[in-house]
DNA sequence: CGCCCATTTGATCAATGTCAATAGTGGTGG
DNA sequence: CCACCACTATTGACATTGATCAAATGGGCG
């Protein structure tokens, strides 16, 4: 048994966390994810953890704060491809593929727990069952992109932007960062846009129009779903895609 | 030494030309998959291979053919959200993902191979350098879903369209699939626009354009490609998301 | 020959982008 | 505590891309 299972109150491991949220691990593993060496770094808002091109060798853990995946095109636009909230490792990738893609930056000041990729090999070696649990991890992570590829291509920026509102609150809840109702959202217009491939302005209209309808409350950085079902209809909202482990009673 | 490689003309098997595409593979795991059960089956074009919500038990190998990643959303409306050819296990996913959360099917009339899960854990198990290989793939897949993202998010229909049919050749070329100026492209408009997140009517007036501007011949499911330096440029594709192993000399 | 499917074309419409200006808002130095 | 600054949100007018609807053309095949 885990010490901290004595009291519900205690926040276990960001990491911990999250991974249960999507497997089963043996006290063996946790013992072993929590040995794992990590070296804590703050970053301010809106800077880069890893950059595009760059061969990392080592894979950052959100600890805390918000973090994207996203991909400067040549004339400067940008597409976001993946919020990242504590708990995540969204440079996983780096592990099997060399060189990056693309870049991952905060989006406010955030804490990340650096480790290194030889550490994490080593943990897989001796614990096969984590190997899968992190292939999973990151196979969810395709499964994210494949649902937004859904929606830029077949929704309309209303569907998709409350998509995205549903996607941030079942994952939030996942890993207890969010309440019942709602959840911090620390993202501006612009980097929503960004992330839903639409203009600033659009995404400050399509805003309006779900809160006008009741659908959200969104008030300086701080959302709320008053009705949580009438949201996911409109979002044609199936959390299926994330495929967290317990779903029945929560929200999902 | 395998047999084959006395003379480059044969054919080595699909799945050993992928992965060697993408990795270096020893002997004996070359060995190890040469030796993998393999049920083939052929599909009419056009037919469901996989379909969203089964629990697959066995992954399926494209041998031949052509076949795609898709969803159907509430209203009917599709998106494709991949494609996949020979080598390709478009399902390497179920291994870790017990329901589908999309479907996948044949474009054309396609033989598939089938191979237990079971079988391929207990190579990865046996084969830890497989593992990996098989874990770059998928990850090689999400990079995939994500440079589609960027296309649908940023890029016009012109430069998305474009730039799959770079993706198409590079992919096709790294396997041995397509010559040097072009390749056999089985898919309709129809299904070029649920790829691509356009209507049929735009993909066909795309194409057009693509054509006047010189940048392709397509006619018959035949495409080639007079000028790939031009249509790279127009399409600002860079090959590097795909990770292939060797693209120095190669086209890319 | 006739049929089915895919392609093509034209006309019109709707969603979303772009440009430009105006308001909030929070943080900072004085 | 206040004025100022930078960033973010909001609004309006207009431009553009791509969707939709409807119809015609073309090709392959039984």
Same mark, same amino acid.
């Given at each position: 048994?885990?010490?901290?299972?004595?009291?519900?109150?205690? =926040?276990?491991? !960001?990491?911990?966390?999250?991974?249960?949220?999507?497997?089963?691990? %043996?006290?063996?593993?946790?013992?072993?994810?929590?040995?794992?060496?990590?070296?804590?770094?703050?970053?301010?808002?809106?800077?880069?953890?890893? /950059?595009?091109?760059? *061969?990392?060798?080592?894979?950052?853990?959100?600890?805390?704060?918000?973090?994207?995946?996203?991909? &400067?095109?040549?004339?400067? *636009?940008?597409?976001?491809?993946?919020?990242? &909230? !504590?708990?995540?490792? !969204?440079?996983? =990738?780096?592990?099997?593929?060399?060189?990056?893609?693309?870049?991952?930056?905060?989006?406010? *000041?955030?804490?990340?727990?650096? &480790? !290194?990729?030889?550490?994490?090999?080593? #943990?897989?070696?001796?614990?096969?069952?984590?190997?899968? &649990?992190?292939?999973?991890? %990151?196979?969810?992570?395709?499964?994210?992109?494949?649902?937004?590829?859904?929606?830029?291509?077949?929704?309309?920026?209303? =569907? /998709?932007?409350?998509?995205?509102?549903?996607?941030?609150?079942?994952?939030?809840?996942?890993?207890?960062?969010?309440?019942?109702?709602?959840?911090?959202?620390?993202?501006?217009?612009?980097?929503?846009?960004?992330? #839903?491939?639409?203009?600033?302005?659009?995404?400050?209209?399509?805003?309006?129009?779900?809160? %006008?309808?009741?659908?959200?409350?969104?008030?300086?950085?701080?959302?709320?779903?008053?009705?949580?079902?009438?949201?996911?209809?409109?979002?044609?909202?199936?959390?299926?895609?994330?495929?967290?482990?317990?779903?029945?009673?929560?929200?999902?």
């Amino acid at each position: 048994m885990r010490s901290d299972a004595l009291h519900g109150q205690v =926040q276990p491991h !960001p990491l911990l966390r999250k991974l249960e949220s999507i497997a089963d691990l %043996s006290d063996e593993e946790r013992q072993a994810i929590l040995a794992l060496p990590m070296n804590v770094r703050v970053f301010e808002a809106k800077s880069d953890i890893v /950059r595009d091109a760059d *061969r990392p060798s080592d894979c950052a853990l959100v600890l805390d704060g918000f973090v994207c995946r996203y991909k &400067i095109l040549p004339d400067g *636009r940008r597409q976001i491809m993946g919020f990242y &909230i !504590p708990g995540d490792i !969204p440079d996983l =990738q780096s592990l099997h593929l060399q060189v990056m893609d693309h870049s991952v930056g905060t989006l406010v *000041r955030s804490s990340i727990a650096t &480790i !290194p990729h030889q550490n994490l090999r080593e #943990l897989m070696r001796h614990h096969p069952g984590l190997a899968e &649990i992190f292939w999973r991890d %990151s196979l969810i992570d395709a499964a994210m992109f494949r649902e937004w590829m859904i929606g830029m291509g077949r929704r309309t920026a209303f =569907q /998709r932007t409350a998509h995205l509102l549903c996607e941030l609150h079942v994952r939030l809840r996942a890993v207890g960062l969010a309440g019942a109702d709602g959840y911090e959202l620390p993202v501006t217009q612009n980097e929503l846009g960004d992330a #839903l491939g639409l203009s600033t302005v659009h995404v400050n209209r399509v805003l309006q129009d779900l809160r %006008s309808e009741g659908l959200i409350v969104l008030r300086g950085g701080s959302l709320s779903i008053p009705d949580w079902e009438a949201l996911k209809i409109t979002a044609e909202f199936d959390s299926a895609y994330l495929h967290l482990k317990a779903l029945a009673r929560d929200v999902g």
